[in-house]
Antibody
């Protein structure tokens, strides 16, 4: 059974940093591109980052480019999202996802507030 | 970047009614579009992948079609459990982009 389990969220102050993790199981993690997607409260879904299976390519939404870094450790079946210079508008539920399949994590909440 | 325009943003429909939601992309993406259903407090669930393929376990009243840059999600006969938000996602090229969503409510 495919599972994606995010962790690392929480309440942080503006300007601070946070690193999310997503542990994958039930499939060959090292063979698949992985995504981060977020959803601000009461808002729509926003795709924010993609990393290729071998980390050879990374792509970001303009809203996070230069502040967020996606990475992975295939030996640990883990996807990461390092978030720096956090802003109030980064407050959202963050999901890791295997697209175009239907496998998403349950999400982890990040709240940026003073 | 590929823009995705989803319409309508909200929709009132009656039980048993046929419902159609549309996404239009700014460039050709072949069939690289998914449809998701999201209920309050839950993660999105995949309904349709590659524009026309019904995800395993999803009811057959859901279907997807496309022609050129226009993609449609159809519910042939609305059931109470279909009341939710619906989103499309183009995964043809990065940055991937979601439609703004459609809030489906009961009339």
């Amino acid at each position: 059974e495919v599972q994606l389990v995010e962790s690392g969220g929480g309440l942080v102050q503006p300007g601070s940093s946070l690193k999310l993790s997503c542990v994958a199981s039930g499939f060959t993690f090292s063979s698949y591109n992985m995504h981060w997607i977020r959803q601000a409260p009461k808002k729509g879904l926003e795709w924010i980052a993609l990393i290729y299976y071998d980390s050879s390519n990374k792509y970001y939404a303009d809203s996070v480019k230069g502040r967020f870094t996606i990475s992975r450790d295939n030996s640990k079946n883990t996807l990461y999202l390092e978030m720096n210079s956090l802003r109030s508008e980064d407050t959202a539920m963050y999901y890791c996802a295997l697209i175009p399949t239907g496998y998403w994590g349950q999400g982890v909440m990040v709240t940026v507030s003073s | 970047d590929i823009q995705v325009t989803q319409s309508p943003s909200s929709l009132l429909a009656s039980l048993g009614e046929r419902v159609t939601i549309t996404c239009q992309t700014s460039q050709s993406i072949s069939n690289n579009l998914n449809w998701y259903q999201q209920k309050p407090g839950q993660a999105p669930m995949l309904l349709i992948y590659y524009a026309t393929s019904l995800q395993t376990g999803m009811p057959s009243r859901f279907s997807g079609q496309y022609s050129g840059r226009s993609f449609t999600l159809t519910i042939t006969s609305l059931e109470p459990e279909d009341i939710a938000n619906y989103f499309c996602l183009q995964h043809y090229s990065a940055p991937n982009t979601f439609g703004a969503g459609t809030k489906l409510e009961l009339k």
